[in-house]
């Protein structure tokens, strides 16, 4: 391996720009040397904004570059990133995928142990537990702080389509799009489509594992549809019936005998990310806040038995990426730190890899079990049984 690693990156648009690239650019571990995108002109302009060498639109062009350590995938959640995960680790290439990994958890896990087999490493856009203010609530919790966990709420909610008039599909259409199927025609409660439980729940829920130590014995959940019509591309002017999970509540039991609840929604008001994470032990309570409100992008309190009222505590400066800025925005100081802890763990060598595909697959599964709990209208139990095979007819929504 060469002293710096070296970067493929597959995907150009909102989310690489934003989070990813900016992230790769700063850490001194590594340089991006290839972007690709189907679009070769975008993949261009943003390889000359990052200093980046080369560009294409074929992703086997990467994969197949043997001086190239790790490959990036930020293409959209369409079912692309399975493909393009599996065939990264063939090409035997480091991997980071953007959420969800794969729709079925079961996926998720042949995909880690195929990473495992050719001893490569692998991480998820869990975005938030990169957060400064997370990672040193990680600590504060390892360190003992809350004692015996009791209680995790996790939110992860804000106001991006609310408005109707929002397209559901994000992408600019410059012509609407043919053969896609019509969205909400199944008015059931098994027709709803699963989407702010897997696109933004996840790394809430990430969190919530690592807040209380201990996988989840059995989930109960809601998927609920609160804007039903809404324009489905920038070139619709007629509202469309949608009938998407915008709105969803899960409680569980852990397995350790703590309590969790989880609320995701991208139609409730409020700022990005939106996120909150409270924990409640034996010894004390922390509560990490990441909504960017007036320029604060994230915050951390915390409160002991005898001194009950919450008091805002400094985040230390390690906790912060290499090139950090005071004005950073936070999916690029959030990322930054994902980026640079990816590329240390495969520099090291060693075993650390924090979230990483098996830890991506428990929370897949606990997103499953959810919404198998929505469709059966019941508890569910985990380790999840799918013995219906429910799993594999499901339509979750690339938006
Ligand atoms: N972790 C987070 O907090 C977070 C936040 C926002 C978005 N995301 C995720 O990031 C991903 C990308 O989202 P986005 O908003 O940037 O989407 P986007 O549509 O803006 O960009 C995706 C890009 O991938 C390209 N692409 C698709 N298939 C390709 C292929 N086979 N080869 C090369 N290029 C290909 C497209 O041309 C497009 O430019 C999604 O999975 C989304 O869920 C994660």
Redesign the pocket.
Known sequence: MSEKLRVGV???????????LPGFYRSPLCDVVML????LD??ESRARQFEIPGWT???EKVLSRPDIDVIDI?????G??E??VFATLEAGKHCLV???VCHDYRDVWRAHELAQSKGLKTKV????RYAPAVMYMFDLIREGFIGQPFAFNGYEQNSQWLDPDNPMD??IHKTKPLGEEPWGVDLSRQGITPSSIE??A??TIDIGLECIGSDLAQVVGVLANMVPFRRKTNLDTEYERINIDDLDMFIAEAKNGALYSMQSSYVTVGNY?GIEAHIYGSQGAIKVRLVDEFGVIQTIHTARPDAVEFVQQEIPPRYFPPGYQKDDRW?CA??GNLVHNFCQEIIDGGEANQGNFAQSARVQEIINAVVLSHYKHEWVDLPLNDEAGILKTIRFSPF
Request: glycine share 6%.
């Open positions: 597959i995907g150009a648009g909102r989310w690489s720009v934003s989070a990813h690709c995108d189907l679009d975008k993949a639109d074929d992703y930020v293409t959209r959640s369409d692309s990133h493909d393009l953007e959420k969800p856009g869990l975005t938030f994000k992408r696109l933004y996840a790394p990310p999916d959030f990322y």
